[in-house]
């Protein structure tokens, strides 16, 4: 499976009278990111509430992105779990409901006993049995997870379905170290919508960037303009929104991010509780973030 390009770390809209995934909207908003042109979706990742989401509910969001996307378009399921046996099982369901791909999280709640070791047997057991390829997720390390060692990451790019890991945790030099180290076929992804262009040049395949749900065609065009060899455009949109990622994706996180979405015409939302909406004092403040990158002119009226 080829992974390149601009993904998207979708994100999940709710009902804000009954709380329930707002599948309707969820749909308006996939229609217009891919209004250009993007490699595919992320479903169920960090960005997407994925630990909040029950599995009826993700499964009804992935139907729903096979429905709009076009035919083109990977759709990656992020089916993590803390027990092997549920990791697989859900790996195998989204294979079921049509994903082309798998993201796994590591199993970190029983963090001091999740040795290497541990860690190849799950994922190794978990990409044995999947349908689909599996990609391994190094979450961003200000979560609840594990930083998963280059040696560990090196076993695992050489198993046949594991295909290649989102690295989120925005070092660029991390990222060279993994496309040097790992298999000539493992493909990186860089997690952060601040270091694409960057990370493009050291050797990754692309990203899974939230930032492109607001900049969604300059995070195209990053790479695009890359693929072309045009580096000195590709360099100054990423300059550009820049900001965007390290203030609001990396500052303000998921409420910030639906925020903005809002401002910018899409369906954003609340989160789902526990976490809280931004304050709604801070609405200028990513409404100056998005103007000082451009992205506010002929935006929709939310």
């Given at each position: 499976m080829q992974l390149q390009g601009a993904f998207l770390p979708v994100t999940t809209p709710f009902d804000p009278a009954t709380g329930d995934v707002d599948v309707d909207s969820f749909r308006a908003n996939l229609t217009r990111w891919f209004e250009h042109p993007l490699a595919?979706?992320?479903?169920?990742?960090?960005?997407?509430?994925s630990v909040f989401l029950e599995e009826d509910e993700t499964a009804a969001l992935l139907e729903a992105a096979e429905e709009v996307l076009p035919v083109e378009a990977r759709i990656i399921v992020g089916t993590g779990a803390e027990s092997t046996r549920t990791a697989t099982r859900l790996a195998r369901e989204a294979a079921a409901g049509g994903a082309d791909a798998v993201l796994v999280s590591p199993p970190a709640y029983y963090r001091t006993a999740m040795t290497p070791e541990v860690l190849v047997r799950h994922y190794t057991a978990v990409a044995d049995a999947s349908p689909v390829p599996v990609i391994v997720y190094q979450v961003p390390l200000r979560m609840s997870t594990l930083d998963l060692p280059s040696g560990l990451l090196v076993e695992l790019s050489h198993h046949d379905n594991i295909v290649g890991i989102k690295d989120s945790r925005g070092k660029l030099e991390l990222v060279g170290e993994l496309v040097e180290a790992c298999a000539d076929d493992f493909q990186v992804?860089?997690?952060?919508g601040a270091l694409l262009y960057g990370a493009l040049e050291v050797g990754a395949s692309g990203g899974i960037v939230a930032v492109g749900l607001m900049a969604t065609a300059d995070a195209a065009e990053i790479y695009q303009a890359f693929t072309e060899g045009d580096t000195a455009r590709a360099g100054r949109i990423q300059e550009r929104i820049a900001p965007v990622h390290?203030?609001?994706v990396g500052g303000m996180g998921v409420p910030g991010i639906k925020k903005a979405l809002d401002l910018l015409g899409y369906r954003g939302g609340e989160p789902r509780p526990p976490l809280a909406p931004l304050a709604p004092g801070r609405d200028d403040e990513i409404r100056a973030i998005l103007a000082g990158a451009g992205l506010l002119e002929g935006a929709p009226a939310a």
């Amino acid at each position: 499976m080829q992974l390149q390009g601009a993904f998207l770390p979708v994100t999940t809209p709710f009902d804000p009278a009954t709380g329930d995934v707002d599948v309707d909207s969820f749909r308006a908003n996939l229609t217009r990111w891919f209004e250009h042109p993007l490699a595919g979706v992320l479903v169920g990742g960090s960005t997407g509430e994925s630990v909040f989401l029950e599995e009826d509910e993700t499964a009804a969001l992935l139907e729903a992105a096979e429905e709009v996307l076009p035919v083109e378009a990977r759709i990656i399921v992020g089916t993590g779990a803390e027990s092997t046996r549920t990791a697989t099982r859900l790996a195998r369901e989204a294979a079921a409901g049509g994903a082309d791909a798998v993201l796994v999280s590591p199993p970190a709640y029983y963090r001091t006993a999740m040795t290497p070791e541990v860690l190849v047997r799950h994922y190794t057991a978990v990409a044995d049995a999947s349908p689909v390829p599996v990609i391994v997720y190094q979450v961003p390390l200000r979560m609840s997870t594990l930083d998963l060692p280059s040696g560990l990451l090196v076993e695992l790019s050489h198993h046949d379905n594991i295909v290649g890991i989102k690295d989120s945790r925005g070092k660029l030099e991390l990222v060279g170290e993994l496309v040097e180290a790992c298999a000539d076929d493992f493909q990186v992804l860089v997690g952060s919508g601040a270091l694409l262009y960057g990370a493009l040049e050291v050797g990754a395949s692309g990203g899974i960037v939230a930032v492109g749900l607001m900049a969604t065609a300059d995070a195209a065009e990053i790479y695009q303009a890359f693929t072309e060899g045009d580096t000195a455009r590709a360099g100054r949109i990423q300059e550009r929104i820049a900001p965007v990622h390290n203030q609001i994706v990396g500052g303000m996180g998921v409420p910030g991010i639906k925020k903005a979405l809002d401002l910018l015409g899409y369906r954003g939302g609340e989160p789902r509780p526990p976490l809280a909406p931004l304050a709604p004092g801070r609405d200028d403040e990513i409404r100056a973030i998005l103007a000082g990158a451009g992205l506010l002119e002929g935006a929709p009226a939310a």
